[in-house]
Every structure is written in C-alpha cells, then in structure tokens.
C-alpha cells in the first residue's frame, strides 16, 4: 500500500519554474531592470572618460556620473540590474536581494519626499510615484518567498 502512494505522490507534485511564480509586470520590469543595470555601468565608464550623462533615479538626479550623488544612483541602478538578472534567471538569493532592492527603493524615495525638501531652496514638494510599484514588488516577493525556496 505505501508503494502505491508513494507512487501516486509522485504525479501529484509539479514541478513550475520560479519563473512562472513571477507577475507579468514583475518580468517586464526585470527586463527594464536588467538593461538600466547595464547603462548604469556604461554611465560610470562615460563619467571616467569626463562625459556627462543626465542620470536621474527615485527623484535624485545629476549631471555628473563621479558625483556622489551620480554614484549613488549608479551603485542602486547597477544593484536593480543584479536584482532583476537573479530573479529572471531563478536564483536562490534573488527574493532576498529582490526585497533589499524594494526598502532602498522605498527609504530613497521617502528621503527625497520628507528629508530634501528642508535642504534644497526652490525645491518642488512631490509624491513619488515610484512607490505604487515599488509596495506591491515588496509584498509580491514576501507573497511568493515560500515557493520560490521550495
């Protein structure tokens, strides 16, 4: 008797990719992700070479690649390409680097709504958008951590 279920256990577990536990607006955006990762690097490779790009990220933005505040959007846009590359590519620390990429999305868009506006004149108060995505990409990666370890 418990061969036979161990045999009918067998068809009853099916094997998805942790692929397909993700939304389609979440692999659009590991797409989006992926590549700004990879302009994110030639960014910094341009500012060495003294071009200036236009880089703009949560509301932070710069003239100047070797700024620090270039560097910061940089390091977070190149950590947003890492991120999205391992959840795309299903591996084991992508929720947990998923789930960083969330909160340091989420902390710089709530400095840049409640902290800047004391330290910039002229500064236009404004709700980052950012965090519509940003809340539901949080609690879609808590939502779908149990499977994806499984």
């Not at 536990?21 to 989006?32: A, G, H, Q, S």
């Not at 506006?117 to 779908?144: A, V």
């Amino acid at each position: 008797m418990q061969q036979l279920t161990d045999f009918l256990n067998q068809f009853e577990t099916v094997n998805i990719s942790r692929r397909q536990l993700l939304p389609w607006w979440m692999k659009f955006f590991c797409w989006l992700f992926m590549i700004f990762g990879v302009a994110a690097i030639v960014c910094l490779f341009l500012g060495l070479f003294g071009i200036s790009e236009n880089l703009y990220l949560y509301g932070f933005d710069t003239n100047e690649p070797l700024s620090v505040t270039g560097l910061i959007i940089i390091i977070v846009g190149a950590f947003k390409g890492v991120a999205a590359f391992s959840l795309w590519f299903e591996k084991d620390y992508a929720i947990i680097l998923g789930t960083i990429d969330a909160i340091i999305g989420i902390i710089m868009c709530v400095i840049f709504m409640t902290v800047l506006p004391f330290f910039i004149q002229n500064f236009h108060h404004t709700i980052r958008l950012e965090l519509l995505l940003l809340i539901p990409y949080l609690i879609k990666l808590n939502s779908i951590q149990p499977e994806w370890k499984a």
